[in-house]
């Protein structure tokens, strides 16, 4: 496992993460939301991330099944990590906002026809 930190653009929300070490498996998702927010997801189980500051800076975004808590900075906007409704034991945290990058394995997440595409997953 290695250690990663990260966060949003004007740094309130802070984070680290611990990470398998060799290419760490992404998921590049097309649904509605990460479509616009180019969002890229790495999936950490939620005892491997410690939120180390921000809490009080995020805010709270619901659509849909309502199921994914979408957490973004009220500050400056970014969206650094949330909880999925694909894993509810884990986070997601954007491999876009790592402070150094890493190298990753990305797959494609059909998330337009997200029940087939979350069943593929297992
Ligand atoms: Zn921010």
Not at 7 to 20: E, M, Q, S
Not at 26 to 47: K, R, W
Request: charged letters at 20%.
């Amino acid at each position: 496992m290695v250690e990663v930190s990260g966060g949003c653009h004007c740094k309130a929300v802070r984070f680290t993460a611990r990470l398998p070490a060799g290419p760490v498996p992404a998921l590049d998702c097309n649904c509605s939301i990460c479509a616009m927010t180019g969002f890229l997801h790495i999936i950490v189980p939620h005892s491997d991330f410690t939120l180390k500051s921000g809490a009080d800076a995020l805010a709270s975004y619901r659509f849909g099944s309502g199921t994914a808590e979408h957490l973004f900075c009220s500050r400056c906007g970014v969206k650094s990590y949330y909880q999925p409704r694909s894993h509810p034991e884990a986070w997601s945290v954007n491999a876009h906002c790592l402070d150094a990058p890493i190298d990753l394995a990305v797959e494609q997440f059909d998330g337009r026809d997200w029940e087939q595409a979350r069943a593929a997953l297992d």
